[in-house]
């Protein structure tokens, strides 16, 4: 694949896909210690036919975005976070963990060498930096890995999900992650199990899934690639809690400004035959931002919440308050800003 041309960038049509950038960042755990890795100009990764992640799905990964702001600075939104998510995942794998400051170190490397690919501040877009470890032993019996490769790459996208423009969901009847399975890492098999229900749910016209708790079928747990939270018709702000969901950064920062927005955050279990106590709902997560759900389809029955054609209020206060933080337009009040 050839070398993304910058010239051939449309900052405001980007898309969310893949684009091979300058350089990547790469280092091998091997002989029990990672080698020193950095910089590289390979953007391919060269694998054993038995490597452990290619049959048994030893991989973890991360998702962020650095944000150009209006002085033309860029932004990382708690890059130390998403190395400790990482870790967490890595061990839920019986994988190697990677030192936080390292991590936070090479991604700020990679987005400083791919500055050029950070989209203009108001374009819409970001640069979407995903870290990732893998297993990369030959292996035919199922144990661990005992060599890793670690790699990061960057490419900029747009919004993952629209906009603020409502979309219509569907309640999944099949389960992302089992019951005290691997929900709260981040990890390709959860992925590549929505895939299926992703595609059906495309196909009968919905933007995406989502999935319920795995034990009853009865709560809420979240979407395939984001967090889900309601808005009560008393005002407040609701977000499931529950043990098979990813912990996104996104929802843990949220649950903060909908403090000090007056919305009396909750952590709860949202039963999804009490649709009807809510006005809003939407989306949270790196991708997503903040993405507002026009409907709700289960069983066949359609529920609307604010709106199938505008953001409600609260859900556009989100948006703008998290969003503000991000570009660098509102107060970082707790420090979640780390320039690159
Ligand atoms: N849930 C799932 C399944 C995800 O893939 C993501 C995306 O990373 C999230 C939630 C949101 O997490 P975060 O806000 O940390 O990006
Ligand atoms: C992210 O939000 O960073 C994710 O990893 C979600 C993915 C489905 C794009």
Same mark, same amino acid.
């Given at each position: 694949?050839?070398?993304?041309?910058?010239?051939?960038?449309?900052?405001?049509?980007?898309?969310?896909?893949?684009?091979?950038?300058?350089?990547?960042?790469?280092?091998? !755990?091997?002989?029990?210690?990672?080698?020193?890795?950095?910089?590289? #100009?390979?953007?391919?990764?060269?694998?054993?036919?038995?490597?452990?992640?290619?049959?048994?799905?030893?991989?973890?990964?991360?998702?962020?975005?650095?944000?150009?702001?209006?002085?033309?600075?860029? &932004?990382?939104?708690?890059?130390?976070?998403?190395?400790?998510?990482?870790?967490?995942?890595?061990?839920?794998?019986?994988?190697? #963990?990677?030192?936080?400051?390292?991590?936070?170190?090479? +991604?700020?490397?990679?987005?400083?060498?791919?500055?050029? !690919?950070?989209?203009?501040?108001?374009?819409?877009?970001?640069?979407?930096?995903?870290?990732?470890?893998?297993?990369?032993?030959?292996?035919?019996?199922?144990?661990?890995?005992?060599?890793?490769?670690?790699?990061?790459?960057?490419?900029?996208?747009?919004?993952?999900?629209?906009?603020?423009?409502?979309?219509?969901?569907?309640?999944?009847?099949?389960?992302?992650?089992?019951?005290?399975?691997?929900?709260?890492?981040?990890?390709?098999?959860?992925?590549?199990?929505?895939?299926?229900?992703? =595609?059906?749910?495309?196909?009968?016209?919905?933007?995406?899934?989502?999935?319920?708790?795995?034990?009853?079928?009865?709560?809420?747990? /979240? !979407?395939?690639?984001? &967090?889900?939270?309601?808005?009560?018709?008393?005002?407040?702000?609701?977000?499931?809690?529950?043990?098979?969901?990813?912990?996104?950064?996104? =929802? =843990?920062?949220?649950?903060?400004?909908?403090?000090?927005?007056?919305?009396?955050?909750?952590? #709860?279990?949202?039963?999804?035959?009490?649709?009807?106590?809510?006005?809003?709902?939407?989306?949270?997560?790196?991708?997503? +931002?903040?993405?507002?759900?026009?409907?709700?389809?289960?069983?066949?029955? =359609?529920?609307? !919440?604010?709106?199938? #054609? /505008?953001?409600?209020?609260?859900?556009?206060?989100?948006?703008?308050?998290?969003?503000?933080?991000? /570009?660098?337009?509102?107060?970082?009040?707790?420090?979640?800003?780390?320039?690159?």
């Amino acid at each position: 694949m050839a070398k993304q041309d910058i010239k051939d960038l449309d900052w405001k049509n980007l898309g969310f896909e893949y684009r091979d950038l300058p350089y990547s960042y790469n280092e091998e !755990f091997k002989d029990g210690k990672w080698q020193n890795g950095g910089l590289t #100009t390979e953007s391919t990764l060269t694998l054993s036919e038995g490597a452990e992640e290619l049959h048994y799905g030893q991989e973890v990964f991360e998702g962020m975005k650095a944000y150009r702001t209006k002085d033309g600075s860029i &932004n990382l939104f708690r890059p130390d976070m998403n190395a400790k998510r990482l870790n967490n995942s890595a061990k839920r794998l019986v994988m190697q #963990t990677y030192p936080e400051d390292k991590f936070v170190a090479a +991604v700020k490397e990679v987005v400083k060498v791919n500055e050029d !690919f950070v989209p203009p501040y108001g374009s819409g877009g970001s640069l979407y930096i995903r870290p990732f470890m893998i297993g990369t032993e030959p292996v035919v019996g199922v144990s661990p890995s005992s060599t890793y490769t670690f790699h990061i790459y960057a490419t900029p996208v747009g919004a993952y999900i629209k906009g603020l423009h409502p979309m219509p969901y569907v309640v999944s009847q099949y389960d992302r992650a089992a019951y005290a399975g691997t929900g709260q890492a981040k990890t390709a098999g959860n992925y590549a199990g929505s895939l299926l229900p992703g =595609k059906e749910a495309h196909d009968a016209g919905f933007a995406g899934e989502l999935y319920l708790d795995p034990r009853q079928h009865k709560y809420i747990d /979240e !979407f395939g690639g984001a &967090n889900f939270y309601a808005i009560g018709k008393d005002g407040k702000f609701y977000t499931p809690k529950s043990d098979s969901i990813l912990p996104s950064i996104t =929802k =843990k920062s949220i649950l903060t400004i909908a403090k000090d927005l007056g919305l009396d955050p909750t952590e #709860t279990h949202i039963d999804v035959n009490d649709l009807d106590e809510f006005t809003e709902a939407g989306a949270m997560g790196t991708a997503a +931002v903040i993405s507002p759900v026009g409907s709700l389809t289960n069983n066949g029955k =359609k529920h609307v !919440f604010y709106s199938e #054609t /505008e953001p409600g209020p609260v859900t556009q206060k989100l948006y703008d308050s998290l969003y503000g933080i991000q /570009e660098g337009d509102a107060e970082d009040k707790y420090g979640w800003v780390e320039k690159v």
